[in-house]
T-cell receptor, first 113, second 111 residues
Framework: DVKVTQSSRYLVKRTGEKVFLECVQDMDHENMFWYRQDPGLGLRLIYFSYDVKMKEKGDIPEGYSVSREKKERFSLILESASTNQTSMYLC????????????FGPGTRLTVT | DAKTTQPTSMDCAEGRAANLPCNHSTISGNEYVYWYRQIHSQGPQYIIHGLKNNETNEMASLIITEDRKSSTLILPHATLRDTAVYYCIVSSDMGRRALTFGSGTRLQVQP
C-alpha cells in the first residue's frame, strides 16, 4: 500500500517562529512536491524536487525553503512564520514519467498566530 | 492540459452505483484522464487513471468514450465514506508538473 506521511496533522505556531514540515514517502519516488491549499484558491505549488538535493521553485516560493537530503524525505521550512502562511500544507510524490500519478499525504493544517 | 467540465454536485443512495461524468473535449492524444477525490480536511486521494482503455481497480472503474472526449468514474457500491469532492483532471505530465484541481463534483451519498 502506497504511503506518504507528514509529520503533523495540526500545528500552531507564533509569528516569527521557524517551522519545519516533514514529508516521507515509501514508494521510492524520484519526484516530491509541496503544495498549500486555501479556500477559493485551490492547490498552489510551493516547491518541487526531482532528485536528492535538487529543487525547483513553484508558483509561490516566497517565505519558504525546502530540503531534500534523502530520496524518501522532503522538508518544507518556513523561515519566519507569518499569519498569511496559515493554511493546509500538502506533500505529494510521484515517479517522473508522464503517465504517473501523484500520491498525497494527509496534510498539515498550520495556524500561525 | 485540457480543460474539464464536471457537474457541480450529485447525490447517490448508499449501496447504489455512483456514476460521475467528466467532459474533456479538447483532450490531446498523449493526455491521460485522472480522478482524485478529497474528503473534507484531508489530503487528496488518487483513485484511478487511464489513457484509452477502460480501467478498473479496487476503488472504482473508469469508462472512457471511444473518441476520448468524455469519461465516467463509477463507484460500484457507494458508501457514506465516499461522500467527497471528486476531481477529473487531464494531463500528459502529472509526474513532473503541478497538479491543478478544477471545481470538481461534490458527491453526497445518502443513507
Amino acid at each position: 500500500d502506497v504511503k506518504v506521511t507528514q509529520s503533523s496533522r495540526y500545528l500552531v505556531k507564533r509569528t516569527g517562529e521557524k517551522v519545519f514540515l516533514e514529508c516521507v514517502q515509501d514508494m521510492d519516488h524520484e519526484n516530491m512536491f509541496w503544495y498549500r491549499q486555501d479556500p477559493g484558491l485551490g492547490l498552489r505549488l510551493i516547491y518541487f524536487s526531482y532528485d536528492v538535493k535538487m529543487k525547483e521553485k513553484g508558483d509561490i516560493p516566497e517565505g519558504y525553503s525546502v530540503s531534500r537530503e534523502k530520496k524518501e524525505r522532503f522538508s518544507l521550512i518556513l523561515e519566519s512564520a507569518s499569519t498569511n502562511q496559515t493554511s493546509m500544507y500538502l506533500c505529494a510524490s510521484s515517479f517522473p514519467t508522464g503517465g504517473s500519478e501523484q500520491y498525497f499525504g494527509p496534510g498539515t493544517r498550520l495556524t500561525v498566530t | 492540459d485540457a480543460k474539464t467540465t464536471q457537474p457541480t454536485s450529485m447525490d447517490c443512495a448508499e449501496g447504489r452505483a455512483a456514476n460521475l461524468p467528466c467532459n474533456h473535449s479538447t483532450i490531446s492524444g498523449n493526455e491521460y484522464v485522472y480522478w482524485y477525490r478529497q474528503i473534507h480536511s484531508q489530503g487528496p486521494q488518487y483513485i484511478i487513471h487511464g489513457l484509452k482503455n477502460n480501467e478498473t481497480n479496487e476503488m472504482a472503474s473508469l469508462i472512457i468514450t471511444e473518441d476520448r472526449k468524455s469519461s465516467t468514474l463509477i463507484l460500484p457500491h457507494a458508501t457514506l465514506r465516499d461522500t467527497a469532492v471528486y476531481y477529473c483532471i487531464v494531463s500528459s505530465d502529472m509526474g513532473r508538473r503541478a497538479l491543478t484541481f478544477g471545481s470538481g463534483t461534490r458527491l453526497q451519498v445518502q443513507p
